[in-house]
């Protein structure tokens, strides 16, 4: 796996690591990162420690009231019997 | 020789694989339908519209393939076609200032440094909901596929048929405009600068 951005170095630590919370938050991070950063960078960097509880209360909160619209049945029925229709 | 795009299903098959593997999103997919359009009616169009496309197309969905996001790129693009211009959807995003926005220094800054978890722990009523429908629609899409859906970032781009460089920058722009909405909401709701 080759890492995106190994050509543009300008600021290593603090770009690097905000740049790694993010594949975190993105869900991008390999196990062996995840690691690196749950296990030894967050007791020590205080920015990436809030910001990454921050984000994981606002996904919490998104999950339990803006993951909850289910399809009415009605309407699932309405697209079956269309298809079935159709076939 | 490999039939790369198409293949030609049975009947039997057509049924298998649209029962199997397209109806058990369809809760997702309203969800998603609803968080597009803001309307319960539209959102139920919608979603009868990009099931039924996604039946007069099953020849292009190949086995074996991310149905989900299969049918979340049809519904996008349905929603593109047909409902985005109907509605008084406002100016597009710049998306030219979105990306010098991101290669900036600004970045790194803390934009929201008084929101706190606590704060959030109380929004216990609709704030996160109007919060996320306030966001332009480009934005509120990356955070409903990365953050509710679990998308990855090769298979946004593909849903949203945008560079993987550009679903990073957007999904960051929107964790931030998202924080700024809400932390909006947090000094409505009393609480000063902590």
Request: charged share 30%.
């Amino acid at each position: 796996m080759s890492s995106p951005d190994q050509s543009q170095q300008k600021n290593p630590t603090k770009v690097d690591c905000l740049d790694m919370l993010r594949l975190i938050l993105d869900g991008e991070a390999s196990p062996e990162e995840k690691k690196n950063f749950f296990e030894k960078h967050l007791d020590t960097c205080m920015p990436c420690y809030r910001t990454y509880h921050l984000e994981m209360a606002i996904r919490d909160l998104l999950k339990s009231k803006c993951g909850n619209h289910e399809a009415p049945a009605e309407l699932i029925d309405n697209i079956k019997k269309m298809i079935s229709s159709g076939r | 020789m490999e039939e790369m795009t198409k293949q030609r299903y049975s009947d039997g098959e057509r049924t298998s694989i649209f029962d199997n593997e397209f109806m058990p999103h369809i809760n997702s997919m309203y969800n998603f339908a609803y968080r597009l359009t803001l309307d319960e009616d539209d959102a139920k169009d919608l979603l009868q519209d990009t099931y039924l496309k996604a039946y007069r197309f099953i020849d292009s969905f190949q086995q074996g393939t991310n149905a989900k996001a299969w049918l979340f790129r049809i519904l996008k693009n349905s929603f593109i076609n047909d409902y985005r211009k109907k509605s008084k959807e406002p100016s597009k995003v710049d998306y030219q200032e979105v990306e010098s926005y991101y290669n900036s220094e600004d970045v790194d800054r803390q934009i929201t440094p008084d929101l706190r978890v606590e704060t959030l722990q109380d929004m216990i009523g609709d704030e996160i909901s109007n919060a996320l429908n306030a966001l332009d629609v480009d934005f509120r899409t990356v955070i409903i596929l990365c953050d509710l859906e679990g998308f990855k970032y090769d298979e946004m781009a593909k849903i949203l048929d945008i560079p993987i460089g550009t679903v990073r920058s957007r999904l960051h722009r929107a964790r931030n405009l998202l924080k700024e909405k809400l932390s909006e909401y947090a000094k409505k709701m009393g609480y000063k600068n902590a």
